[in-house]
């Protein structure tokens, strides 16, 4: 059984995101929530969320009431690109710099060890 949890447009770039998402990949949900509680990353606390409700997505399902939420591990986690925000910034002689804000979009996927 699987359950699966989204969050979009993150405001903070895909490639941060996926640099603390690349440490809990493939790990036990209380190994990545431990891991993710004491990292001092801003995509630490969305990743954390993200995977908490995937959990409590687990146990609304008719099979996750009966089974318990320690045997899950994290079977899936990508992020994807969302929109981009353009900014203008002053840049010397008088011209224009453009900076671009980037979001994301979060995919967890977890899934129960069969045993």
Do not use: C, W
């Not at 949900?29 to 004491?38: C, D, G, K, Q």
């Not at 997505?57 to 079977?75: A, W």
Request: hydrophobic fraction near 40%.
């Amino acid at each position: 059984m699987i359950a699966i949890a989204k969050a979009k447009y993150i405001r903070q770039s895909p490639r941060k995101v996926r640099k603390i998402l690349d440490i809990v990949r493939g790990k036990n949900v209380e190994t990545a929530l431990n891991i993710l509680h004491f990292s001092p990353q801003k995509a630490s606390y969305v990743i954390e969320k993200t995977i908490r409700s995937a959990v409590s997505n687990f146990l609304q399902t008719e099979e996750g009431k009966s089974k318990d939420p320690d045997d899950l591990f994290v079977k899936e986690a990508y992020v994807g690109e969302g929109p981009t925000m353009k900014r203008f910034r002053a840049a010397s002689m008088g011209r224009a710099s453009r900076i671009r804000r980037r979001s994301s979009h979060l995919t967890i996927v977890l899934e129960d060890m069969e045993l």
